[in-house]
């Protein structure tokens, strides 16, 4: 059954193990006519790729992307894109010794009994390289998003019990990407790598949160009922590895207010109906209402420690388990291109399905 | 764009309006031969139709279902289920007011933006009466879960501030159908009520969460990469009204843990491969471990208060706006059967889904 | 699996038994803003429906179309239309001779091997009665391609052996429905009665061609691979009860044909490019090209025939059995306005999906 | 919007143009644990490839394909299969006459004008190229089908004028592969050979027909209504290029029929309930009885000729264009493997989704 697959009209499809030839991705459904800077593509590929600082994990991927399909003399041409990414510096040996035995956390146990059998170099189609073919695939839309000056920007908020308190209007993004960890707040993103460099010391991981704005979304993206822009957020942000919650708007804590406090009261700014608050986070009854887009993203500790854990193997014997490999003691720095990128996938999806809401947007 | 449409395998597509003549839903992948007990579907019905408590809207609607096909002598024939629901204390009257203006908070202007018209009549289409068609079509989901012995259930776990501070296994879920507000702790559930209905008294609403466990999941549901098993949890309960979040097993808590902390060590437990702990929350790579599946949903406060607001009109107008109908003090008592029935259309799903895993049980 | 399902953004869903309470169909991806004519509606299902002429099964139902969503004051509100059809004139004894024997040629035994179980009565949901539904959501469509000029004509172009030799250009569509065999040659048509009528005597059936034409269809339409125009037109029309082939443009006889002789020739007629022949019926790579687009659709001799027949019950006993019921000696008149609701169906698809083709047109 | 994929549980994705770096397509949904059989694959592309034989085009592609993922120690692991074929012999100088000018009958117009821009190396998306994507997956699909002792076979029924007048069952089918052109009578085969190098020399092309057959086809695949087994048939051999019909068991000639002769009499052969006769083509009510299906897929003469023809240019103006580059005088000798693969993927779709039509087959 399919299912690695994602978007309604502008489609990706991913392919590709950890320790394979390759990974890679197709873009079905990517409108003619879309001059495509690859240097932006290759640009975001840096940010997710690993080896990039100290605090992330040490395998050297260059992540370089190739064109096989889809674009001519550098314009889309409406048939599917085809981006390849080889990998190179795949240790497969490094992961012998998991071959039989389940490592705590990880998907080696449930692939196995889903499907007999599995690729267990590097942890096969269950590795966060994966997500690579995602970052490639959503620079693309992300340039399609840029002709209607959609801005999505992502970045770290918390690491452990470390939180970033402030809220996004009182940040300077541009501050996000000269500290290795992608905190908007300099002083704060001392203190996340700092831990994140102890963390990393005592050979254990951290988890740690996202924040997502997309800015100048137009008003009428999302549906009604089962595809709620929210709705298609969470699916896409719940599908990156190590993901455990998403919330958007005033999320968890608006669990907590009441009607009086919450109701976003609609006002006349000039030409443009806007709401005087945004507990809705932009979207209202599943659609944008023009505001600004926002949402928090809970990743978990990466599960690879190395440390020594009990665990079973095959046959169910009881073992010692150590953590080889080359992991990243926290996914939050790496992750930030990646909820971008998922994103930026949603809003361009529903942004193409908003065509033809209206007969007379199709006369 | 299609978009009132909910799973691959075991499909259902919804339809109707708040005050129209009607709602429903087709099911369509139900595998013939399931013996439909209609009593039970009556009975999910029962427990998500208004007027059933002090603490919830006093519409009066039976939300009778009726059986238009696929069933055949009480049995299922493998061709589309229809189920119908008449709409029948419709008071359109009292909406007339908001025909041209934009409630806070509401869908009101967000629908009116995308389709240029709006059926404004209890909100159209935006209504959550769209989710009694989701609590049909999930009971007949249960009937086929009941044969593996897949157990679904859905308790309030928090109003406002009030909070039930209790792991799921401490509770007594025979308790949760004991009270009007659906909490298995009895104690917690008489402060929630006298919450509510001091809320109510305010002319005011109130947010709060519900938690969900799945017992008996089989090993193996979900599938790798975008369709999660709790990437589709997330997205179905987020296409649910008045719902800001979603975090299964350790959650938004675990991004504050350590890898050391966090991993669920594999044990042998008799025959069976278990974890120790479960911070996983049942699913690891996004499938199914066989162990407990839980997560809480974040519901916001209901926008409709029976207070005076400032909005705007069509003209963009500012208006005094107050509210009328008959409308919900707090949502989750009655979305604790929604949500049982999106998780009971995302697990059986999956379960289809996973027919044709492996070579091997196709022969 | 759900199968019950057509198209991708113009997406149908239908449902219903031939004696079940009921049959149906969801429209889900109607624009919205889209005047609806009921009375059209009406008078499509009235060409397609049983009891309107002598030739054809004499089952009464006035097959009365009701709307219960998605349309708001007489107009499309972008959310799903239901369209619903009681069935009255059910004669379910007429069937209780089948419960446990297959009719030859008929669905009886597939459905029992695939599902164990099949509602008998009048073939269930294997009956043609399930294109009222499609005849019912085209009307629809038909009045969204009306905006745009383009114009949908099917016509009976033989019966058995009997052959209407001329080319659509030399025909008067107006002569259609003066006829009950729908046939544009008021001679041929004649012929065509009669020879149904004296079929018809014998207790037997008789097979027969329709051809459809597609008018002011524009440039653009369809899509390259797989989903081409006259891919999915095929589909359509194999998915209608009894058909046993498609061909298009030069279609069967294309295959004796050279390229020198096959080829069209671009000629510049005014500001148009035109094709000077049009043996490519209208489509090239897939994809519409402005010209006229044409097809035909074989339909096999229906097998209910009122008389004795040999054949097996369900515990395999060779028996006799003889066609009761109310059955047509030729679907072909009664197939024209499926044939039309079919091609509506595709044409409104394509004609959405190709909003987006082009990034200019999204600007 | 996506188009370029097939298939609902075991679905393809294809990409690529035909002077492009490389052409391919991933394979979603192939269940783990099929040993893969490389040579099989490389030995139906050697089938297609282009410059096997005298009567092909000249072009020399080896057509080897590259599994990049999906395959672990030559076993399936359910995860997507990516197949990569590089594209060597590409000549695109001989394209640079068409660059601004359309050739006859080719998609050169319809795609620029759809998407304003178009690769117009060797047609691009538009070439025949793309069916190489199509042999691969197939071939993996039968290797599925082999499982289940399901056999696929094409051959060649008829070229130009000249006709294959013999029913399946009286050939030999070990004889389509010794001969060129395809089919399995050897004198008819050297007058299609003969034929074919005639037009050739005259620098023309030629149409024909193929005739599939699949036996051993298990009862109960296909749907009821949309997704009729012969209906999916009819897309998948409509979207190859060139196709211009369908028609399966009777067929066109069955519109002549009577019923009394057309209906297939049950008869009971040892344990199994089969047909008399089998114009029905295997497939009653959408879905196959055990019988064998068989159809005829009808091409079109090649529109590339080596003669010059009128055409027009992108600015309208009247123009002599010659054929150039290397074609294929008759599609039908490289189209078996394409029909043949076309039907295994269509098979093994719906052999995967009758996995679950039953409860008592998912308990």
Redesign the interface.
């Known amino acids: ?6 978007g ?2 502008f ?1 990706i ?5 950890s320790h ?5 991705v ?1 873009i ?2 990517c ?4 001059k495509i800077d690859s240097d932006f593509i290759q640009y975001q590929m840096n940010r997710r790729k690993p080896g990039q600082s100290k605090i992330v994990t040490q395998r050297k991927e260059n992540d370089e992307v ?1 064109i ?3 674009i ?1 003399e550098g ?8 981006l390849l990414i080889k990998n190179k510096d795949a240790k497969s040996k490094d992961y012998s010794h998991i071959k039989d035995s ?1 490592r ?4 080696d ?3 196995q ?7 267990y170099k590097g942890g ?3 590795s966060a390289r ?1 997500t690579a073919a995602r970052v490639a695939s959503g620079a693309i839309a992300m340039q ?1 998003l840029a ?2 000056n959609i801005k999505i920007t992502a970045y770290v908020s ?1 690491v ?2 470390l939180k970033l308190d402030k809220n996004y209007k009182e940040l300077d993004f541009n501050n996000i990407e000269k500290n290795i960890v992608r905190c908007p707040d300099l002083e704060k993103a001392e203190e996340f790598i700092e831990y994140i460099a102890k ?1 990393k010391k005592e050979g ?6 996202i924040t997502c704005i997309i800015e100048n979304c137009p ?2 993206l ?7 822009l ?10 990156i590895n190590a993901c ?9 804590d ?15 700014d000039e030409d443009r ?1 806007r ?1 005087k608050t945004n ?3 932009g ?7 023009g505001e600004d887009i926002y949402f ?1 993203v ?8 190395l ?1 020594g ?4 193997d095959k046959e ?1 014997n ?1 073992i010692d388990i150590q953590g080889k490999g080359r992991h990243d003691p926290c996914v939050v720095p790496r992750a930030v291109p990646i909820v971008e990128a998922m994103a930026a996938l949603v809003i361009t999806d529903h ?13």
Chains 1, 2, 3, 4 share one sequence.
Request: aromatic share 10%; glycine share 14%; no cysteine.
């Open positions: 059954m399919p299912s690695n697959e994602f309604k009209v489609k499809s991913t392919f590709g193990e394979g030839k390759a990974i890679g197709i079905d459904g409108p003619a006519g879309l190739e096989l399909s889809g001519f314009t889309s041409t409406g048939t599917p894109i085809m389940f705590p956390s990880h998907a146990f449930t692939y009994q889903k499907y007999g059998i599995r690729d096969g189609r269950s994966e399609l002709l209607f918390s452990g019990h963390i254990d991981t951290i988890g740690g949160k008003i009428g999302g549906a009604p009922v089962f595809d709620k929210h709705a298609d957020l969470a699916k896409a942000m719940l599908s455990k919650g998403f919330e958007y708007g005033s999320g968890f608006g669990t907590k207010m009441k009607g009086s406090e919450h109701n976003d009261v609609f006002i006349k109906v709401t507990f809705s986070g979207i209202q009854g599943g659609i944008s209402n928090n809970a990743f978990k500790p990466v599960a690879t420690i440390q854990q009990k665990s079973i169910g009881t942004l193409l399905r908003n065509q033809f809401s209206k007969v007379e947007d199709l006369l």
